[in-house]
């Protein structure tokens, strides 16, 4: 059987939520990932080093012994945040950045910012201190096209924060789009993107075609087949500038299959399994360990893993929902289908 073996890799952007869903998930992306930047779009959000701190101890005590995991976190950018604050978390070595959520542009981003100007002074004193930024790349305008959410973005925004913080060090999150693609390619190497497997993957009209499907729902949501083939090209490209970042994003199932269901894929349980997936389609299975398990890691100025992790290629059949102790249910990304390799688990 043909088996992949290659150093543990890390996820650069995960969602593990709070109380009993964080306790349910969080084993899903341990078992998977030596470590995890974790997001703080919690409700309310993790705005303060203070709250990083219990929140990363909530994390940790929900990860099981077997499983070690390293959560890193990032401060949730509001337009009231202190210059004092970023202060402390440039101290504090397990917070690697702070999110920019334009406000509205996504699940709980209701506190982020609005008008970027706004953070100007933040941003300076994240330039000086190193401190990363995460950023959530998608205007909120009503008058612009959901699909070019992100483009836009990049040409009013990013561009100019870019031009007036040079050196200050940015992950494009998840990023969708040829446009997004160029531009973390285009610029020097404090620039970097992270990609999901759903983008690799997926097109758009998994969405629509055949019916609407609910669970491949995330923003910044799939985009045309160009779009995916210029990720996929990026991400198998050797380029150290584009790094994995799952996205995973659970919703309790009643919250997706919904009138208005919520944006967020869940892939914690097969993550590893669909990045693969896409690179073995891109016959590119040489680069995934590169991609997984180094560039995130050198971009961060984190030792790279030394622990290995198997994946064979032996198909099973990923199920439509996982159930916690609890009751909670979540459908996973490729639920009721087909999966071509698997981890091996210890
Ligand atoms: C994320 C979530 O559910 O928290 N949803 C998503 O569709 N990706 C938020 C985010 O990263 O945009
Ligand atoms: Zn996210």
Not at 63 to 90: D, Q, R
Request: proline share 7%; charged share 25%; with cysteine.
């Amino acid at each position: 059987m043909q088996t992949l073996t290659i150093i543990q890799p890390d996820d650069w952007h995960l969602h593990l939520r709070d109380d009993a869903m964080l306790s349910f998930v969080a084993n899903f992306s341990a078992r998977q990932f030596a470590r995890a930047l974790v997001m703080p779009n919690l409700s309310p959000p993790i705005l303060t080093v203070a709250q990083a701190l219990h929140y990363r101890r909530r994390i940790l005590a929900a990860v099981a012994e077997k499983h070690p995991f390293e959560p890193y976190l990032c401060l949730y950018l509001s337009e009231n945040t202190s210059p004092g604050e970023i202060e402390k978390a440039a101290q504090t070595p397990w917070i690697l950045g702070c999110k920019l959520y334009p406000a509205g542009a996504t699940t709980h981003s209701e506190a982020g910012v609005g008008k970027l100007e706004k953070i100007y002074p933040l941003l300076e004193r994240m330039e000086s201190r190193d401190l990363v930024l995460q950023v959530h790349g998608e205007v909120t305008d009503g008058d612009i096209d959901i699909f070019d959410r992100e483009r836009v973005f990049i040409e009013r925004a990013l561009q100019s924060i870019h031009r007036r913080f040079p050196r200050l060090r940015i992950v494009l999150e998840h990023i969708t789009t040829r446009e997004g693609v160029e531009f973390v390619t285009q610029t020097p190497a404090n620039i970097a993107g992270t990609i999901t497997p759903q983008h690799l993957l997926y097109n758009r009209n998994i969405l629509l075609v055949g019916g609407i499907r609910p669970h491949y729902y995330c923003l910044p949501v799939l985009k045309r087949e160009s779009h995916r083939q210029a990720l996929l090209e990026a991400a198998t490209s050797g380029n150290p500038k584009f790094f994995l970042g799952t996205d995973s994003a659970p919703h309790a199932r009643e919250r997706k299959e919904s009138p208005c269901g919520c944006a967020g894929c869940f892939s914690a349980p097969l993550a590893m399994e669909l990045y693969a997936e896409a690179f073995e389609q891109a016959g590119s299975l040489d680069k995934l360990e590169s991609f997984a398990s180094h560039h995130g890691a050198d971009f961060y100025r984190l030792p790279r893993n030394r622990a290995t992790i198997t994946l064979e290629a032996s198909e099973w059949e990923v199920p439509e929902h996982y159930v916690s102790p609890t009751g909670i249910e979540i459908a996973p990304l490729r639920g009721g289908e087909s999966c071509r390799w698997r981890l091996v688990s210890d």
